[in-house]
Nanobody
Framework: QVHLVESGGGLVQPGGSLRLSCVAS????????MGWYRQTPGKPRELVAS???????NYADSVKGRFTISRGNSANTVYLQMNTLKPEDTALYYC??????????????WGQGTQVTVSS
């Protein structure tokens, strides 16, 4: 199992910045990729940014150039640096760990979510 804990959400004004953190614990050896998703009421959860074990990153078009996903070296931590925030970035942000093992196959773990609200 993998346990994910997000932090860093909050209220920020348009144009501001936030950094989200996700700390993974448990069977971290099985993690093949990690990412950040977000969800708003009435809309499906969407991928914001992902980081694959080889170092490749992927971003939603709406956040390219503003958001950066990275992995910390001192801990099993993934960050999402969010700059130039816009009101449309308001959502509940979830950390995701995509795992792959020979026994279980593939499985996705999710954090509890952290709320990001961009408003004046």
């Amino acid at each position: 199992q993998v346990h994910l804990v997000e932090s860093g959400g909050g209220l920020v004004q348009p144009g501001g910045s936030l950094r989200l953190s996700c700390v993974a614990s448990g069977s971290i050896f099985s993690i093949a990729a990690m990412g950040w998703y977000r969800q708003t009421p009435g809309k499906p959860r969407e991928l914001v940014a992902s980081l694959i074990s080889g170092g490749s990153t992927n971003y939603a078009d709406s956040v390219k150039g503003r958001f950066t996903i990275s992995r910390g070296n001192s801990a099993n931590t993934v960050y999402l640096q969010m700059n130039t925030l816009k009101p449309e970035d308001t959502a509940l942000y979830y950390c995701n760990a995509h795992t792959a093992t020979a026994k279980i196959g593939v499985y996705d773990y999710w954090g509890q979510g952290t709320q990001v609200t961009v408003s004046s």
